[in-house]
């Protein structure tokens, strides 16, 4: 594994594994809701195979496997332990279908061996689902290809979803302003310019695009105005623990005057992204598609 994967898995445990037991609920819950709509946008086949990548604490899993009943089997992968044992604490709905909770690198299912033997006894799986995690993802073209080569020949099916190119409060504070303070994430999606982005993959992939969408946003929508940047800044620090738990660090690692660097910054690029109404919105949605393998 190169230096630079290296890097990527690294980011995400530290991303992930303080935020595990508490994942569930976090941000108001919108995780729970999306996974329950990955489930319904792409149903899996009574008595299918699915595969469930960067399945965290198994919210798209499980319904997954309530969905396959009791002759499916879903496998669930992730790299972050934390995340996964929460998953394995939670019970299956009667009649369920087997599921294997796997600790491994998403990018190289070849090493996996409950992957492996899902695709020989099978000869591949009918879905495949990445959910909220596919631009945590080093070469997500590279990725794709690979995953596409385990769906069942002319009859598998991806579904993944990326953020869209909005920029958001989210985004502003992963991004820019990490940027500016000198603690980039290795990982981010300014590659992504539209919903044809994704879908370009998924074409690159030997995918055929069975639908592709923009999702409503999972976190309610709201205008900030142009001297709304600290009403902001205090409204997201007061009511998110990932907000709360990132100007924290900060001062623990530099004090209050690391704080005040963050404040100002953050002013600063608020005053950059601001739009031509001198307006700024906030929310999450999402571009999802689905493809299917061809023969």
Sequence with gaps: MSA????????TLAQYTPRAANYDLSNGGWHVELSRDFVK??????????????CGTGLVTIPQAEAVGSSGVVVGVDITEAM?????????????GEVKWVLGDITDL????????????????DVISCCSAFVLLEDPAKVIKHWATFL???????????PTEDRSLQYLLNYPLRRALGKSMVYDFDWIEGISTLQKLFEDAGLEIEKS??????VPEKWYGADQAMDALEEKTSQSGL?????????????AEAVDKARREWVRIWKDHLD???KLWDGHALYVSIGRRRE
């Design 213 to 218: 969408f923009r999702t409503r946003s999972y």
């Design 276 to 278: 031509h109404d001198g």
């Design 4 to 11: 630079r994967a290296n890097e990527f898995i690294a980011e």
């Design 243 to 255: 907000w709360k738990a990132i100007f924290d660090g900060m001062e623990v690692d530099g004090g």
């Design 152 to 162: 069942k020949p002319g009859a598998g099916k991806l579904i993944v979803d990326v």
């Design 84 to 96: 996964l044992n929460e998953a394995k604490r939670k019970p299956l709905p009667e009649g369920s």
């Design 110 to 125: 070849s090493s996996l061996e409950e992957v492996q033997k899902v695709l020989k006894e099978r000869g591949g799986f």
């Design 41 to 54: 946008w792409l149903p899996p086949p009574k008595a299918g195979a699915v595969l469930d990548l960067a």
